[in-house]
């Protein structure tokens, strides 16, 4: 008898239909003699349609309701998911991310879980019962609803299974598992049958949308071991685990297209000690995550000046735009140009590390398609450009093909 995790996506979740699949599903694993942890993504749509009401209203709206507002939409699926169990006459209780003992720190729509008293669910599930947890969402010791950042239900999986000393977690999304590219762009990627943590970890934070990063650098930190896999059919997924040297002989594992940063440029920044640290620690400190930063050589005559550029996630532009307004005074830099038209490209693989030569094939196969690189960044593991967002598929394709065929 095995303890399992089992998360669904919004798409797995995303109508009344797909729901009761999901509960065949988690049925039969339960007839096996299996204690089954469900959970669940909000259908999908409902997070973004929340945000998109909430902006209507007020473009930066205040963040403690917003966790208020989103926590919603998982609570709707952990209900319904419990009501497809009893349909099918297998007792099964829904449980908040509180009920379920989630605790995190107080930073609302990006909270971290700080710890997990799983007792209520260890009760339940030793009572027969499938327990059907909403993913995304916690609560702080003071009892404030928070939620985990986009994606964050795989997190909640991935922790859970931790917590629970799970023996299976399963992450089930609308594709096979992890691909040499998204299938949608690319026609010729492939699934992976395995992929390391690290390399999931680039993936995943370099927008090939699979998981959220956070999860798979939990899931790295804890050791747990997890697959990837269809809600829509049977077959086998990616298995998500620690390097193995097999890995090691395959230059690339994946490419992957960001389109969800922005950039921002700031023109003729003082060039001395304390500038870059007193802007990035401003953003920081608003919780914004910066990724990529590129410093050009000052040039011009009189005080030494730099342009500064960096990307943020999309959403965050906004709110990375007024921290910097609002350092003008102190820091004195000129113009300020922001692009949401950009795109990231990476490629990833733990085989960069014992092969040469990868940056420059990228590179020429991105100049023979006319992209022009915009900026670089690279890891032992990784190679990103910024490249305009016009040709970021064509771009992708091209660099796929290249290394993957
Ligand atoms: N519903 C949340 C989102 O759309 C969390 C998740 O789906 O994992 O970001
Ligand atoms: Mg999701």
Known sequence: MALIVQKFGGTSVGNPERIKNVAKR????????DKVVVVVSAMSGVTDNLIK???????LPNEREMDVLLATGEQTTIALTAIALHALGVPAVSLTGAQAGIVTDGVHTKAKIQNITPRKIHELLDAGQVVIVA???GQTIEGQVTTLGRGGSDLTAIALAAALKADLCQIY???DGVYT????IVPTARKLDEISYDEMLELASLG??????????????FGVIFEVRSSLNDNPGTIVKEETKSMEGIVLRGVSLDKNQAKITLVAVPDKPGVAARIFKAIGDANVNVDMIVQNISHGSGTPATDISFTVDKPDLLKAQKV???LRQEVGFGKVISSENIGKLSIVGVGMKSHTGVAGKMFENLAREGVNIDMISTSEIKISVVVDLAKGEQAMKAVHAAFLG
């Open 53 to 59: 009401m909430a902006k209507e209203i007020m473009p």
């Open 181 to 184: 590219a998204d299938p949608r």
């Open 173 to 175: 999304t609308d594709v």
């Open 135 to 137: 993913g995304f969402q």
């Open 26 to 33: 988690v049925a039969g694993y339960r007839a096996k003699g």
């Open 208 to 221: 090939a949308k699979v998981m959220q990063s956070r999860s798979v650098e939990f899931a790295k930190k």
């Open 324 to 326: 910097i307004e609002a």
